[in-house]
């Protein structure tokens, strides 16, 4: 008896041009477009076996091995209904394929980072979902149709149907059939962007950002002008930046962008706050190595950004990622050692970290170790992949593998 | 030989509506008109003793007895001679007085609290420094008048000129002459808004606000927003809360604005931060302390508000401080003992503090002793206070007194 199953992971997408506010929260349309980089799923990535069965009784998913309620009317359960909508389409256009779409689905996800770590685990998981889901159905869908459904799952998740660059469209229709994804640029147009994770120790559970960018959007009176005016300016000029290679624009953006997210945050009543005194010093950090490189250089060297969470993700030319992490490590001492994925240290390790010649050291304090918990060193990455049968998720019972 | 001296006492003043930004850096013009509670002279001031005598030299000024170099052209320069300008037209008027406008001046001035606990001691000298050469001149001129002076020594200085609550209205002319404080209403309107204020220790030295205030106008998107559409309304909403006495809107208004001045400061490339974790901490702590109030009693129970630094100003109806007081202990522990100036807690002092009943203790952890560096617990005060001879700071020769 044929077995319906197929594997894809995708890629962890981290926005340039935020995304925060919602102007449909079912559908999950947004107030403004938005951009990011995805990155690379060598090093992030979520991956998911889906299996269609006729001998399964319900739909079910698991994730990291624990299986998740996919509750009626919720986002699991819209993005499973719509893809088999697709998928019937597609039957009735090609009446000799098997009926799938009639069929109950079994799905096994997993993260190759621990969710914890707040890296918008539900961006790659929805993605992967999504693909894993079209390539089990084998369908003609193009990847902008596809961000579509991924959308519904989780906004963001739209983003990480590409490699590359990747805008999300927010539309005007009301039933977001033009609110999806589009590729700015491939991964191979500028595959020289390098990004840092500074993963940030937080005692202080944050606000979650579903129920956060809704206060943003009730309360906040300036984030009808960053929605009107500021973000369609900008999502032209790093559209543009892009295209060009041009880092210095991009960077200038990308870090205005972030301070602007988390100014309407904190123009949010009560006021909603992501980054901490670490979070800080890491900007009064770049910002001082930017100040150091356009005085020898004319250039900027890194560009920072923070999601609806403490960490830093630093966009750098693949040039200046060893100086960087030098840097950090300086001012933020490492508990565990750096993985160096691309090799830049050698066996000797990071060390103790260095700054600059004729860095301002007084720009922040050194803080503790384990201050910034982690490092994770990634690049600018491809879209989901569809994997070999061996790297399937759900074993021969339809149940995840141990 | 006549002594021509006198001696005034002038307040600190906290804004409830935040000024943030120059159109005119020279005369400073504000971006945007605001609003501010005048805080208890019994509990925090600065005194000025100015006298004029032919025998004198130069102008000279001494602060906290350390002499300060009047430059020419400078802030200090330009209220002076101002002053003396006035002092001109009156004697002019009068013929029959001495001619003090040509006598150089000499003045002492001394804060009874510390420059570096953040307390907007300018406002406070500026204030002391033009109501004292007002009485030592016997000028017949308003607090108003006095204020347009005031507010080129230091923007918020005008607003010390009176007593109460009080707005600086922007003006709208090239020269500055419609930009001034007025009354919205003295001290007896509402005499029961105490104020606590919790000084934040901080090991970073944060961006002064003459040269922070005009990067965000030059480089803030949201400030035009803000300074068009935000505050024209707030001023007529919170003036309005205040002649009623609603402290509901008083305080909203106040935790909305406070939250926005961070929210600009943050926009501004690169970004500036005046809040720290104990700052946000605090923020958490009376947003609890509010959710349970309004639960309980439909109403909110205090305003906390931080200007250009990481100390908090905590507004609220007096038979709330004593329980504010305990919350803010139990979580910010003392190292020094809290003064009491209105005899809340008898001999036996604060304590370990506490929480009220129904308090989510979650919202923020404890912090080490010491966070929060002190207490100082005062009131809505009147303006400046011409003194007595025997609290002159200068001595018979003309110097400060040691």
């Given at each position: 008896m044929a077995v319906y199953q197929a594997t894809t992971s995708a890629p962890v997408n981290i926005a340039v041009i935020k995304y925060w506010g919602k102007r449909d929260t079912k559908l999950i349309l947004p107030t403004n477009s938005s951009l990011s980089v995805t990155l690379d799923q060598d090093h992030l990535r979520s991956t998911t076996t889906s299996r269609a069965d006729p001998s399964f009784e319900k739909d079910r998913l698991w994730l990291n091995g624990e299986e998740e309620e996919i509750k009626e009317g919720g986002r699991l359960a819209t993005c499973i209904k719509e893809m088999k909508g697709l998928r019937r389409e597609f039957e009735e256009k090609n009446?000799?394929?098997?009926?799938?779409?009639s069929y109950f689905v079994h799905i096994s996800s997993r993260n190759?980072?621990?969710?914890?770590?707040?890296?918008?685990s539900s961006a790659a998981g929805f993605a992967a979902l999504v693909s894993s889901l079209a390539a089990l159905y084998k369908l003609p869908a193009s990847a902008s149709e596809l961000s579509r459904i991924a959308r519904q799952g989780s906004?963001?998740?739209?983003?990480?149907?590409?490699?590359?660059y990747v805008a999300?469209?927010?539309?005007?229709k009301p039933d977001g059939s033009d609110s999806f994804a589009v590729e700015?640029?491939?991964?191979?147009?500028?595959?020289?962007?390098h990004a840092l994770i500074c993963v940030v120790s937080d005692d202080k559970k944050g606000t979650s950002s579903t129920s956060g960018m809704q206060r943003t959007v009730e309360t906040s009176p300036l984030l009808q002008h960053r929605i009107k005016e500021v973000v369609p300016a900008r999502m032209a000029a790093i559209s543009k930046a892009i295209l060009a290679k041009d880092f210095d624009t991009f960077a200038e953006i990308t870090m205005q962008d972030s301070n602007q997210f988390h100014a309407v945050a904190l123009d949010t009543y009560p006021p909603i706050f992501y980054m901490n005194d670490v979070s800080r010093a890491i900007v009064a950090v770049i910002t001082e190595y930017n100040r150091i490189a356009k005085e020898k250089t004319?250039?900027?060297?890194a560009a920072y950004t923070y999601d609806a969470g403490p960490n830093a993700v630093i966009y750098t030319p693949k040039e200046n990622v060893k100086e960087i992490i030098e840097l950090i490590v300086k001012y933020f001492p490492q508990a565990n050692t750096f993985s160096d994925p691309f090799g830049?240290?050698?066996?000797?390790?990071?060390?103790a970290g260095a700054v600059p010649e004729?860095?301002?050291?007084?720009?922040a304090k050194a803080f503790p170790?384990?201050?910034?918990?982690g490092l994770i060193h990634t690049k600018v990455g491809d879209g989901p992949r569809v994997l070999d049968?061996?790297?399937?998720?759900?074993?021969p019972d339809g149940l995840p593998k141990a």
């Open positions: 009446p000799s394929e098997p009926k799938l779409s190759n980072f621990p969710t914890a770590a707040g890296l918008a906004g963001s998740a739209c983003r990480s149907l590409f490699g590359g999300w469209e927010q539309g005007s700015i640029a491939p991964q191979s147009h500028w595959p020289d962007m004319g250039h900027l060297k830049l240290f050698g066996a000797q390790g990071v060390g004729g860095f301002n050291t007084a720009v170790a384990g201050s910034v918990k049968a061996s790297e399937a998720l759900l074993g």
